[in-house]
Protein backbone atom coordinates (compact mmCIF):
# COMPACT_ATOMS: atom_id res chain seq x y z
CA UNK A 1 0.00 0.00 0.00
CA UNK A 2 3.05 2.21 0.91
CA UNK A 3 3.91 2.03 -2.14
CA UNK A 4 1.28 2.69 -3.97
CA UNK A 5 0.91 6.26 -1.93
CA UNK A 6 4.29 6.96 -2.46
CA UNK A 7 3.82 6.77 -5.94
CA UNK A 8 0.93 8.75 -6.69
CA UNK A 9 1.32 12.68 -7.70
CA UNK A 10 -0.11 14.02 -4.84
CA UNK A 11 2.40 12.29 -2.21
CA UNK A 12 5.11 13.81 -4.79
CA UNK A 13 3.46 17.58 -4.46
CA UNK A 14 3.99 17.03 -0.22
CA UNK A 15 7.33 15.80 -0.86
CA UNK A 16 8.52 18.64 -3.12
CA UNK A 17 6.59 21.22 -0.59
CA UNK A 18 7.96 19.70 2.64
CA UNK A 19 11.52 19.95 0.91
CA UNK A 20 11.10 23.54 0.10
CA UNK A 21 9.91 24.17 3.82
CA UNK A 22 6.97 25.60 2.17
CA UNK A 23 4.08 23.15 3.84
CA UNK A 24 0.63 24.43 3.79
CA UNK A 25 -1.09 25.12 7.25
CA UNK A 26 -4.10 22.40 6.09
CA UNK A 27 -4.59 19.68 3.31
CA UNK A 28 -7.24 17.97 2.30
CA UNK A 29 -6.22 14.12 1.19
CA UNK A 30 -9.16 13.43 -1.28
CA UNK A 31 -8.14 9.19 -1.53
CA UNK A 32 -11.56 6.93 -2.09
CA UNK A 33 -10.22 3.83 -0.32
CA UNK A 34 -11.77 4.05 2.84
CA UNK A 35 -10.36 0.62 4.32
CA UNK A 36 -6.50 2.55 3.90
CA UNK A 37 -7.27 6.26 4.65
CA UNK A 38 -5.72 5.96 7.63
CA UNK A 39 -2.76 4.02 6.25
CA UNK A 40 -2.76 6.79 3.78
CA UNK A 41 -2.61 9.76 6.31
CA UNK A 42 0.33 7.89 8.11
CA UNK A 43 2.70 7.68 5.09
CA UNK A 44 1.87 11.69 4.79
CA UNK A 45 2.51 12.11 8.41
CA UNK A 46 5.93 10.19 7.76
CA UNK A 47 6.72 12.98 5.70
CA UNK A 48 5.71 15.84 7.38
CA UNK A 49 7.99 14.93 9.92
CA UNK A 50 10.82 13.35 7.79
CA UNK A 51 10.98 10.63 9.74
CA UNK A 52 10.88 6.47 8.73
CA UNK A 53 8.46 3.73 10.29
CA UNK A 54 12.05 2.43 11.58
CA UNK A 55 12.63 5.03 13.15
CA UNK A 56 11.53 5.78 16.85
CA UNK A 57 9.38 8.56 16.56
CA UNK A 58 8.15 7.21 12.75
CA UNK A 59 7.30 3.84 14.68
CA UNK A 60 5.52 5.94 17.04
CA UNK A 61 3.19 7.84 14.61
CA UNK A 62 2.37 4.34 13.41
CA UNK A 63 1.01 3.29 16.46
CA UNK A 64 -0.27 5.83 17.25
CA UNK A 65 1.56 6.93 20.53
CA UNK A 66 3.55 10.09 19.28
CA UNK A 67 3.06 12.94 21.49
CA UNK A 68 2.61 15.41 18.66
CA UNK A 69 0.87 13.85 15.84
CA UNK A 70 -2.77 12.46 16.37
CA UNK A 71 -4.95 10.42 14.54
CA UNK A 72 -8.61 11.03 14.80
CA UNK A 73 -11.30 9.95 15.39
CA UNK A 74 -10.19 6.57 17.24
CA UNK A 75 -11.08 3.70 15.39
CA UNK A 76 -14.36 2.69 14.94
CA UNK A 77 -15.52 6.16 15.48
CA UNK A 78 -17.09 8.94 14.10
CA UNK A 79 -15.52 12.65 14.61
CA UNK A 80 -18.30 14.18 16.69
CA UNK A 81 -19.36 17.78 18.19
CA UNK A 82 -17.58 16.60 21.19
CA UNK A 83 -13.86 15.60 19.73
CA UNK A 84 -14.05 18.93 17.89
CA UNK A 85 -14.26 20.90 21.13
CA UNK A 86 -11.75 18.76 22.69
CA UNK A 87 -9.58 18.81 19.66
CA UNK A 88 -9.73 23.11 19.54
CA UNK A 89 -8.77 22.90 23.34
CA UNK A 90 -5.68 20.28 22.92
CA UNK A 91 -4.68 23.02 19.67
CA UNK A 92 -4.05 25.37 21.92
CA UNK A 93 -1.34 23.42 23.79
CA UNK A 94 2.45 23.55 23.04
CA UNK A 95 4.06 20.53 21.02
CA UNK A 96 5.67 18.02 23.75
CA UNK A 97 8.62 16.63 21.54
CA UNK A 98 9.12 19.04 18.30
CA UNK A 99 8.05 22.46 17.56
CA UNK A 100 5.01 21.38 15.16
CA UNK A 101 2.06 19.31 15.86
CA UNK A 102 0.10 17.77 13.12
CA UNK A 103 -3.75 16.43 13.39
CA UNK A 104 -5.26 13.63 11.25
CA UNK A 105 -8.41 13.57 10.79
CA UNK A 106 -10.06 10.57 8.81
CA UNK A 107 -12.85 10.03 6.73
CA UNK A 108 -13.86 14.33 7.14
CA UNK A 109 -16.47 13.59 4.96
CA UNK A 110 -18.45 11.89 7.77
CA UNK A 111 -18.45 14.56 9.62
CA UNK A 112 -21.67 16.69 10.00
CA UNK A 113 -21.88 20.08 8.96
CA UNK A 114 -22.42 21.02 12.40
CA UNK A 115 -19.06 19.51 12.73
CA UNK A 116 -16.99 20.81 9.90
CA UNK A 117 -18.34 24.61 11.07
CA UNK A 118 -16.96 24.28 14.33
CA UNK A 119 -13.75 23.54 12.83
CA UNK A 120 -13.55 25.84 10.24
CA UNK A 121 -12.09 28.71 12.08
CA UNK A 122 -8.95 26.48 13.93
CA UNK A 123 -8.16 25.08 10.11
CA UNK A 124 -8.54 28.38 8.92
CA UNK A 125 -6.56 30.05 11.49
CA UNK A 126 -4.33 27.46 13.54
CA UNK A 127 -2.24 28.31 16.81
CA UNK A 128 1.56 28.28 15.42
CA UNK A 129 2.67 25.19 15.15
CA UNK A 130 -0.31 23.64 14.64
CA UNK A 131 -0.86 22.00 10.88
CA UNK A 132 -3.60 19.63 9.79
CA UNK A 133 -4.17 16.57 7.33
CA UNK A 134 -7.92 16.02 6.76
CA UNK A 135 -8.75 12.32 4.54
CA UNK A 136 -11.43 11.91 2.72
CA UNK A 137 -12.92 8.88 0.31
CA UNK A 138 -15.66 11.69 -0.92
CA UNK A 139 -15.38 15.43 -1.43
CA UNK A 140 -19.37 15.96 -1.76
CA UNK A 141 -19.91 16.09 1.68
CA UNK A 142 -17.45 18.79 2.55
CA UNK A 143 -18.26 22.05 2.83
CA UNK A 144 -17.27 24.26 0.17
CA UNK A 145 -15.83 26.78 3.12
CA UNK A 146 -13.88 24.24 4.32
CA UNK A 147 -12.45 23.30 0.53
CA UNK A 148 -12.11 27.09 -0.06
CA UNK A 149 -9.04 26.70 3.23
CA UNK A 150 -7.30 23.79 2.56
CA UNK A 151 -4.71 22.74 0.14
CA UNK A 152 -6.11 19.87 -2.09
CA UNK A 153 -4.11 16.85 -2.84
CA UNK A 154 -6.01 14.17 -4.54
CA UNK A 155 -4.89 10.68 -4.93
CA UNK A 156 -7.42 9.08 -8.13
CA UNK A 157 -7.79 5.56 -8.93
CA UNK A 158 -4.88 3.83 -9.48
CA UNK A 159 -4.28 1.38 -12.92
CA UNK A 160 -5.24 -1.87 -13.00
CA UNK A 161 -1.48 -3.29 -13.50
CA UNK A 162 -0.66 -0.84 -10.11
CA UNK A 163 -2.90 -2.95 -8.03
CA UNK A 164 -2.08 -6.06 -9.79
CA UNK A 165 1.61 -5.43 -8.85
CA UNK A 166 0.60 -4.17 -5.46
CA UNK A 167 -1.39 -7.22 -4.43
CA UNK A 168 1.65 -10.10 -6.00
CA UNK A 169 3.85 -8.17 -3.63
CA UNK A 170 1.99 -8.59 -0.80
CA UNK A 171 0.09 -11.63 -2.14
CA UNK A 172 2.25 -13.70 -4.33
CA UNK A 173 0.28 -15.77 -6.11
CA UNK A 174 -2.73 -15.20 -4.93
CA UNK A 175 -5.45 -17.36 -7.44
CA UNK A 176 -7.90 -14.43 -7.98
CA UNK A 177 -5.38 -11.67 -8.04
CA UNK A 178 -5.29 -10.90 -11.51
CA UNK A 179 -9.50 -11.01 -11.26
CA UNK A 180 -9.31 -8.65 -8.42
CA UNK A 181 -7.33 -6.04 -10.47
CA UNK A 182 -9.30 -6.15 -13.05
CA UNK A 183 -12.59 -5.27 -11.34
CA UNK A 184 -11.92 -3.40 -8.10
CA UNK A 185 -12.03 0.35 -9.73
CA UNK A 186 -8.75 1.47 -8.77
CA UNK A 187 -9.48 1.06 -5.29
CA UNK A 188 -6.52 -1.37 -3.34
CA UNK A 189 -8.42 -2.28 -0.64
CA UNK A 190 -11.57 -3.33 -2.78
CA UNK A 191 -9.04 -5.90 -4.57
CA UNK A 192 -7.86 -6.86 -1.05
CA UNK A 193 -11.07 -7.68 -0.48
CA UNK A 194 -12.04 -9.75 -3.72
CA UNK A 195 -8.37 -11.55 -4.00
CA UNK A 196 -9.04 -12.61 -0.53
CA UNK A 197 -12.11 -14.66 -1.49
CA UNK A 198 -14.89 -11.82 -1.77
CA UNK A 199 -14.54 -11.69 -5.76
CA UNK A 200 -17.09 -15.23 -6.18
CA UNK A 201 -19.43 -13.30 -4.67
CA UNK A 202 -19.30 -10.71 -6.92
CA UNK A 203 -18.43 -13.30 -9.82
CA UNK A 204 -21.70 -15.57 -8.70
CA UNK A 205 -23.62 -12.30 -9.02
CA UNK A 206 -22.31 -11.22 -12.54
CA UNK A 207 -23.51 -14.71 -13.83
CA UNK A 208 -26.61 -14.81 -12.71
CA UNK A 209 -27.43 -12.13 -13.90
CA UNK A 210 -26.10 -13.16 -17.19
CA UNK A 211 -28.42 -15.98 -17.15
CA UNK A 212 -31.52 -14.11 -17.37
CA UNK A 213 -33.50 -14.03 -20.67
CA UNK A 214 -36.46 -11.88 -20.20
CA UNK A 215 -37.11 -8.41 -19.62
CA UNK A 216 -39.30 -9.94 -16.03
CA UNK A 217 -35.99 -11.63 -14.48
CA UNK A 218 -34.13 -8.79 -15.07
CA UNK A 219 -35.78 -6.66 -13.73
CA UNK A 220 -36.06 -8.93 -10.48
CA UNK A 221 -32.30 -9.40 -10.65
CA UNK A 222 -31.49 -5.77 -10.98
CA UNK A 223 -33.62 -4.87 -7.88
CA UNK A 224 -31.80 -8.50 -6.00
CA UNK A 225 -28.66 -6.77 -6.45
CA UNK A 226 -29.52 -3.28 -6.63
CA UNK A 227 -27.94 -3.12 -2.68
CA UNK A 228 -24.51 -4.95 -3.54
CA UNK A 229 -21.73 -3.86 -1.91
CA UNK A 230 -19.91 -4.09 -4.70
CA UNK A 231 -21.54 -1.88 -7.70
CA UNK A 232 -19.01 -0.85 -9.78
CA UNK A 233 -17.09 -4.36 -9.34
CA UNK A 234 -20.11 -6.45 -10.47
CA UNK A 235 -20.88 -4.14 -13.21
CA UNK A 236 -17.18 -4.46 -14.36
CA UNK A 237 -17.19 -8.40 -14.09
CA UNK A 238 -20.23 -8.46 -15.89
CA UNK A 239 -18.52 -6.31 -19.04
CA UNK A 240 -15.34 -9.03 -18.28
CA UNK A 241 -17.74 -11.86 -19.01
CA UNK A 242 -19.09 -10.04 -21.80
CA UNK A 243 -15.80 -9.84 -23.49
CA UNK A 244 -14.57 -12.91 -22.34
CA UNK A 245 -17.73 -14.91 -23.91
CA UNK A 246 -17.82 -12.71 -27.30
CA UNK A 247 -14.02 -13.77 -27.81
CA UNK A 248 -14.81 -17.12 -27.07
CA UNK A 249 -17.20 -17.44 -29.51
CA UNK A 250 -15.35 -15.83 -31.84
CA UNK A 251 -12.10 -17.78 -31.12
CA UNK A 252 -13.06 -20.75 -28.97
CA UNK A 253 -12.47 -21.28 -25.74
CA UNK A 254 -11.93 -23.89 -22.70
CA UNK A 255 -13.22 -21.61 -20.09
CA UNK A 256 -16.84 -23.63 -19.15
CA UNK A 257 -18.32 -20.89 -17.88
CA UNK A 258 -17.66 -18.19 -20.92
CA UNK A 259 -18.71 -21.11 -23.53
CA UNK A 260 -22.03 -21.10 -21.13
CA UNK A 261 -22.74 -18.00 -22.18
CA UNK A 262 -22.52 -18.49 -25.95
CA UNK A 263 -24.78 -21.12 -25.74
CA UNK A 264 -27.44 -18.31 -24.11
CA UNK A 265 -26.24 -14.96 -26.28
CA UNK A 266 -25.49 -14.79 -28.99
CA UNK A 267 -22.10 -12.75 -30.46
CA UNK A 268 -23.68 -9.39 -31.31
CA UNK A 269 -25.75 -9.49 -27.74
CA UNK A 270 -22.38 -10.27 -26.19
CA UNK A 271 -21.04 -7.09 -27.67
CA UNK A 272 -23.95 -5.13 -27.20
CA UNK A 273 -23.27 -6.24 -23.42
CA UNK A 274 -19.72 -5.33 -23.21
CA UNK A 275 -20.50 -1.99 -24.61
CA UNK A 276 -23.54 -1.19 -22.07
CA UNK A 277 -21.56 -2.44 -19.02
CA UNK A 278 -18.75 0.05 -19.95
CA UNK A 279 -21.36 2.90 -20.39
CA UNK A 280 -22.87 1.99 -17.32
CA UNK A 281 -19.41 2.36 -14.95
CA UNK A 282 -19.09 5.79 -17.06
CA UNK A 283 -22.55 6.34 -15.48
CA UNK A 284 -21.99 5.19 -12.08
CA UNK A 285 -19.85 8.13 -11.50
CA UNK A 286 -22.70 10.49 -12.02
CA UNK A 287 -24.55 8.33 -9.10
CA UNK A 288 -27.07 6.72 -11.43
CA UNK A 289 -29.59 4.74 -9.81
CA UNK A 290 -28.07 1.41 -10.13
CA UNK A 291 -31.15 -0.92 -10.99
CA UNK A 292 -31.83 1.03 -13.93
CA UNK A 293 -27.99 0.73 -15.05
CA UNK A 294 -28.40 -3.28 -15.26
CA UNK A 295 -31.88 -3.05 -15.93
CA UNK A 296 -31.18 -1.19 -19.49
CA UNK A 297 -28.06 -2.90 -19.92
CA UNK A 298 -29.63 -6.55 -19.76
CA UNK A 299 -32.73 -6.00 -21.71
CA UNK A 300 -30.62 -4.38 -24.29
CA UNK A 301 -28.67 -7.69 -24.86
CA UNK A 302 -31.85 -9.74 -24.76
CA UNK A 303 -33.68 -7.43 -27.48
CA UNK A 304 -30.68 -7.95 -29.24
CA UNK A 305 -30.10 -11.71 -28.73
CA UNK A 306 -34.10 -11.76 -29.94
CA UNK A 307 -33.32 -10.07 -33.29
CA UNK A 308 -30.53 -12.39 -33.88
CA UNK A 309 -32.46 -15.34 -33.17
CA UNK A 310 -35.05 -14.78 -35.74
Same mark, same amino acid.
Given at each position: ?? %? ?10 ? =? ?16 ? *? ?41 ? !? ?13 ? =? ?5 ? !? ?51 ? @? ?11 ? &? ?48 ? *?? !? ?11 ? @? ?8 ? %???? =? ?44 ? &?????? &? ?15
Amino acid at each position: ME %QLIKGSTAYKIF =CREAEAGRLAHAYMLSFN *DPANLRRALTVFALRFFGVAEADRAGGQIVRGTYPDCKLLPEE !GKKFNAEAAVALIED =CAMRPAA !GDRKLYLISSFDECSPVVQNKLLKVIEEPPEGVNFILGAAALSPVLPTILSRV @RLLEIPPFTEGEI &YAALERNFPGGELNRNAAASCGGVYGTAVALAGGEFAEVHSAALELLSVR *DC !GGAGTLSLKYGDS @RYKRQLVAEM %QRLC =CGAAKAAALGSDDRELLKLTLLWRLPALIKGAESFSSALRDLKFNA &YYPALI &YSALTGMIEENRKWQK
